[in-house]
């Protein structure tokens, strides 16, 4: 089973994609991208992302919401991008739609590893 079918509701995205999008856009206006490694996130890190650790995604899903639920694109990354960011994302989306927030914002997952030279 891939991961885009164990997550059918989740859209990924290429580093191409994101190299371009860091490039033309503005973080924290047009988008915003989430690191949720845990003890790995220290080093290689994706300019301007923030670090959620996966093991605290549940617990800080109100404050994301309400700090970031205006971020039109929210990406999610990990490591390879097969566990802790399809589930963080999706974690993420389902807190959006229960909460009936911004259900136009466009949450995303990088797709493989991170790449963005």
């Known amino acids: 089973m891939t991961t885009e079918s164990k997550f059918p509701t989740l859209e990924f995205i290429k580093s191409e994609q994101l190299r371009e ?3 033309t856009k503005e973080v924290g ?13 220290v080093g290689g890190n994706i300019p301007n992302c923030i670090n959620k650790p996966s093991a605290t995604i549940k617990d800080s899903l109100d404050s994301l919401i309400s700090d970031y639920s205006h971020v039109p694109q929210i990406i999610f990354t990990c490591g390879l991008s097969r566990g802790r960011g399809p589930n963080s994302a999706k974690t993420y989306q389902d807190g959006i739609l229960s909460k009936k927030n911004n259900t136009s914002q466009k949450i995303q997952v990088l797709s493989g590893e991170i790449c963005l030279q």
């Open 21 to 23: 999008i860091i490039q």
């Open 29 to 41: 206006k047009d988008y915003l991208i989430i690191d949720v490694r845990d003890d790995d996130y």
